[in-house]
């Protein structure tokens, strides 16, 4: 025999309101409430039917989350954060990948609107018009992209990139290059800004080496660009592509750090595996999918109200930090 909610609430000594309560709004109840009821639904096999949820409360109880690339390894740690907020929201996901492939991320969305509350949008190539129009659709949050008229999440390179710098100045380093990443990214841009004004306030030369796919390969296009500077130290898009420029660089005789330094940014968990460990600037990726999750929830904007000015909590910078290893080091003289 099938069990009900009432049977639910009965084996946690609870009222059926509650028991309710604690599936279809689990922010309105207590946490230990909310646990027993769920250990009793455990306990007796009971799962919520989703589509008569969906009826009376308006809400299906899953999120859509769309990244461009899930063989990322930045992915999985956001993909994570977003997960457990969820589930102690009483949703689930529903993920999907872009492939890299920015136009395909609208239709995505369009195909995803009519199943879920609303989706996180993981460092997304849209541009502003086709952000606004995605927002006609169904609620959107942001993770590493800032949009004028969409709530999210991203990571400050205020703190992290400018100690990574001051890092290789004191070693002394003072002719500094940027391997970047894809020349549309917006989160590509704020570093490239920050580096720019560390670099001038700290009397540093920088040079821009170029924009490269967040990918192992452009990792070595990038290291084969470094090879033609007069660069000592680099900073990189990201870890992946890092650790694919100090590999190519091996393979040239070039060796890390002792005639290159180079630091990554994520700090995913391979970048400490390798030798010599990667100087990466450490991202909280799975705090940004908590709060994109949160996001969502808590701002509860019917699709075509989600394309407005938004402001405080709407637009949320979480801290970096820089992590040095063994991929930088002091300057060697001959330099």
């Not at 977003?82 to 369009?110: F, K, N, W, Y």
């Not at 990574?164 to 989160?187: E, F, K, N, T």
């Not at 390798?274 to 999750?293: F, K, Q």
Request: net charge neutral; glycine share 10%; charged share 20%.
């Amino acid at each position: 025999m099938a069990m009900t909610l009432k049977d639910v609430a009965a084996r946690a000594g609870i009222s059926v309101a509650t028991a309710s309560r604690a599936f279809q709004r689990p922010e309105l109840v207590g946490a230990l409430t909310r646990e027993k009821v769920l250990a009793a639904a455990d306990e007796l096999g009971y799962a919520p039917n989703r589509s008569a949820r969906a009826l009376i409360t308006g809400r299906a109880g899953v999120y859509g989350v769309i990244v461009p690339d899930l063989e990322n390894p930045f992915f999985p740690a956001v993909l994570k954060g977003a997960q457990a907020r969820a589930h102690q929201l009483g949703s689930q996901l529903l993920i999907t990948d872009a492939g890299e492939v920015p136009e395909g991320e609208l239709p995505l969305v369009r195909t995803l609107a009519a199943q879920v509350d609303g989706i996180v949008l993981c460092s997304s190539r849209m541009d502003e018009d086709s952000l606004r129009e995605a927002a006609t659709m169904t609620r959107l949050s942001l993770v590493n992209r800032v949009s004028p008229v969409l709530p999210g999440v991203f990571a400050d390179p205020a703190p992290g990139i400018p100690a990574a710098v001051r890092h290789l100045h004191r070693m002394g380093h003072r002719r500094i290059g940027y391997v970047g990443g894809p020349s549309i990214s917006r989160s590509d841009a704020a570093r490239r800004t920050v580096i720019e004004r560390i670099c001038t306030e700290s009397g540093l030369e920088w040079t821009d080496i170029g924009a490269y796919p967040p990918s192992v390969d452009g990792g070595r296009s990038g290291a084969e660009a470094v090879l033609l500077t007069d660069v000592t130290a680099v900073l990189v898009y990201n870890d992946v592509m890092a650790l694919a420029l100090m590999e190519r660089l091996r393979g040239f005789g070039v060796d890390v750090p002792g005639d290159l330094s180079v630091v990554g940014w994520d700090d995913i968990e391979f970048s400490a595996l390798v030798t010599p460990g990667l100087s990466t600037v450490r991202v909280p990726r799975y705090d940004m999918g908590a709060e994109a999750v949160d996001l969502l929830h808590e701002r509860g904007a019917a699709p075509g109200d989600g394309a407005l000015p938004v402001a405080g909590r709407a637009r949320i910078g979480l801290p970096t930090e820089f992590v040095p290893r063994g991929s930088t080091a002091k300057v060697a003289s001959r330099q």
